[in-house]
């Protein structure tokens, strides 16, 4: 497949066994503008995975030759950082659990949405080693001290609820990215499942009353059918 790159694309290792799923994966993500390498098995998988610098890992559960879970276990084991995502039939609580014990980032049960795997793979890009963490997030003239816990626009306080703050975070760590429902509902209220519940809507209408409605240009914006934005 033909892959153009942007500037600001991520190297992408997908190891997936099953040609049809690895083809639809790695369309995907270079309609999103990343590069793609596969591989069809654990052991090579993993091989790879050593080998070479990449951004992100995409490892499916059930491979040939070595597991999702061995692969991702030795990974660790050996030193690998690289941010990794579980994808698997295999979606309940238990197997989810699993997955992130053994030092995946992220997890997410098939069948999925192609913005949904997009934006969960974008998201593991933009973490960084402890060693690089930053206490300070901005997003325009938007600013959040995480120590401090003080959030200003153009040098005007903010004051948010916890959950609002906790909000606003996740979405600053990911500004510029679509931050889908489901991510926001794992990552920020800790649910592995819809409430089928407004929430999501009631603190995001909060929230955008505090850090948009005094300004001219909104920050936090909706994109229709697949989740939020807040403009970098």
């Known amino acids: 497949m033909l892959q153009t790159v942007q500037e600001d694309a991520m190297h992408v290792l997908v190891i997936e066994d099953d040609i049809e799923m690895a083809s639809f994966i ?16 654990g052991d090579s998988g993993l091989a790879l995975a050593r080998s070479s610098e990449f951004d ?39 197997n989810r659990v699993q997955g992130l014990k053994v030092g995946a980032d992220d997890y997410l049960a098939k069948p999925f949405a192609p913005a949904e795997l997009a934006a969960r793979v974008e998201a593991l890009g933009r973490r960084l080693p402890v060693e690089q963490q930053i ?17 200003t ?12 703050f906790r909000l ?20 920020v209220w800790d649910y592995n499942f819809d409430p089928q519940t407004n929430v999501i809507d009631v603190h995001i209408s909060r929230l955008r009353a505090k850090i948009d409605k005094e300004f001219d240009e909104p920050l936090l914006h909706t994109v229709r059918g697949a989740g939020y934005r807040l403009q970098g």
């Open 168 to 187: 606003l975070e996740y979405l600053m760590r990911h500004a510029g990215q679509v931050v889908t429902r489901t991510m926001l509902l794992e990552k």
């Open 26 to 41: 790695e369309k995907v993500l270079v309609e999103a503008g990343h590069r793609v390498d596969m591989a069809t098995d």
């Open 56 to 94: 992100a890992l995409v490892v499916d559960r059930m491979l040939p030759e070595k597991d999702g879970l061995t692969l991702v276990k030795e990974y660790r084991e050996a030193g690998g950082k690289t941010p990794t995502l579980f994808l698997s039939a295999l979606g309940d609580v238990q």
């Open 153 to 164: 626009r153009a040098g005007q306080k903010i004051d948010l609820q916890p959950r609002e």
């Open 135 to 151: 206490t300070v997030l901005k997003a325009g003239d938007l600013e959040m001290n995480l120590l401090t816990r003080k959030v």
